[in-house]
């Protein structure tokens, strides 16, 4: 699978959205990208998946850039129980398995 | 979404014996599992694949006699830690994939066992 690069760590202020980045510069044409979060001492959790087009569900919204080359998770009003550590991943097909890199660690404040 | 149990949540077994992790798909059928081991402040690194009625594939420096896989149904999976050492102490984790129509293939993890061998 592809790599993926996301900043070490960012901070949120609670209510605001976070925005968290992610580039798959090489990405390849069959590769979904994948956001998951893990809360401490918790297995992860999925958030959301997307190919091509931008998507949306209940926890977040996901941007692919048209040229697919990078992505953002927009947590459209972030709480202190977002506090996580979030992996963009890359994979073949959807539902191959998952390589996690060091992900971002989102710390959102009061 | 779906849900991946897994059980126990933590354990503590002593160094030399074995202790075996269950993985169970609660409301899905998993052909495939997949297990994960998590150290402090590290990411998850996938151990190996776990395809119901055949073999598990291990990664590379994964020890499969050590690190036993078994996937005898659709929604269960298991991981067994043979003669237990203390560096074996971990973070275990397992996902499932979800083949239902509407799921998008998409993968589910479990909450994760904790591991300490004395």
């Known amino acids: 699978d592809a790599k993926t690069t996301q900043p070490t760590s960012m901070d949120c202020a609670e209510g605001r959205a976070a925005n968290l980045p992610c580039n798959h510069s090489?990405?390849?044409?069959?590769?979904?990208v994948y956001w998951y979060r893990q809360i401490h001492s918790q297995g992860p959790q999925y958030i959301i998946h997307g190919l091509k087009n931008n998507e949306t569900n209940e926890m977040a919204s996901l941007i692919i850039t048209e040229d697919r080359k990078s992505s953002t998770l927009i947590l459209p009003h972030a709480t202190l129980r977002d506090t996580a550590v979030y992996y963009c991943i890359l994979t073949l097909g959807a539902g191959n398995m998952l390589t996690f890199g060091g992900g971002t660690r989102l710390m959102v404040k009061p | 979404g779906a849900v991946v149990s897994q059980h126990p949540s933590w354990v503590i077994c002593k160094s030399g014996t074995s202790v075996k992790i269950e993985c169970r798909s609660l409301?899905?059928?998993?052909?495939?599992m997949f297990w994960y081991r998590q150290f402090p402040k590290q990411s998850l690194m996938l151990m190996a694949t776990s395809n119901e009625g055949s073999k598990a594939t291990y990664e590379q420096g994964v020890e499969k006699d050590k690190f036993l896989i078994n996937h005898a149904s659709l929604t269960l999976s298991t991981l067994t830690v043979t003669s237990a050492h203390p560096e074996d102490s971990s973070f275990y984790i397992c996902?499932?994939?979800?083949?239902?129509?509407?799921?998008?293939?998409?993968?589910?993890f479990g909450e994760g066992s904790w591991l300490t061998v004395v």
């Open positions: 090489t990405i390849s044409g069959n590769e979904y």
């Open positions: 409301d899905f059928q998993a052909t495939t």
């Open positions: 996902s499932a994939r979800d083949l239902g129509w509407d799921s998008g293939n998409t993968i589910y």
